[in-house]
């Protein structure tokens, strides 16, 4: 598909583990950021990579959270030592440009037990 | 603590009228806006940009900004039931303009 692909689209795991998550964006969009979206919130910002690079690392919420995008396509989102807070739906969103207009997948939703 | 704040509703109106939604924001610097439109259980789709004051129009849908009064609104005329979903307002930061925030949304409901 032409979309930006997000897998397990669900991931449930128990407290203390260790989760990735995973992302495809669209072809030949640069820029690729992950989201996180509560139940009857708005999306919260994690991080934002434009190429390989992580350009704005300012949302993630601690250091338990890291994020890769080794070849400037692919990206993963790597959650240590779960917690039940980390519960949420976990969006990636890409663009061609690095504006604010993002084309967001279907998103992982992670259940922490 | 930059803030998007939008009335959570929901908000009900008659198929064909004009649905109207409101969102202020605190950022000052702020330079981008945009509205999402996100169906339940779905992911958001962007609907509306919007970067100079004033009106946008794309179809039925239009968006305004006035950023003395740290505003935007978007209008949906002739409202259809397949309208119906969450719309989120989204406001680039001063300080790093590829970083969104975005409110809780505002829920609508276009009652057939």
């Known amino acids: 598909g032409a979309g930006v692909s997000q897998t397990p689209s669900n991931k449930v795991t128990e407290k203390g583990k260790y989760v990735e998550l995973r992302c495809d964006p669209i072809s030949g969009h640069t820029a690729l950021y992950w989201y996180r979206q509560s139940l009857g919130q708005g999306p919260e910002f994690l991080i934002y990579f434009q190429g390989t690079g992580a350009a704005d690392d300012s949302g993630l919420p601690n250091d338990r959270f890291f994020a890769v995008r080794p070849e400037g396509s692919v990206s993963t989102l790597k959650i240590q030592r779960t917690e039940r807070g980390d519960s949420a739906v976990y969006l990636c969103?890409?663009?061609?440009?690095?504006?604010?207009?993002?084309?967001f997948g279907e998103g992982s939703r992670l259940t922490v037990l | 603590q930059k803030e998007v704040e939008q009335n959570s509703g929901p908000l009900s109106v008659p198929e064909g009228a004009i649905a109207s939604l409101n969102c202020t924001y605190s950022?000052?610097?702020?330079?981008?806006f945009f509205w999402y439109r996100q169906y339940s259980g779905k992911s958001p789709e962007l609907i509306m940009s919007i970067y100079s004051n004033g009106d946008k129009e794309d179809g039925r849908f239009t968006a305004q900004l006035n950023k003395a009064s740290q505003y935007v609104s978007l209008l949906i005329r002739d409202s259809q039931p397949s309208d119906s979903a969450t719309y989120l307002c989204?406001?680039?930061?001063?300080?790093?303009?590829?970083?969104?925030?975005f409110g809780s949304g505002t829920q609508l409901t276009v009652l057939p």
């Open positions: 950022d000052r610097g702020s330079q981008s």
């Open positions: 989204a406001v680039s930061s001063s300080g790093s303009a590829r970083q969104l925030t």
């Open positions: 969103a890409s663009s061609p440009g690095g504006t604010g207009e993002l084309f």
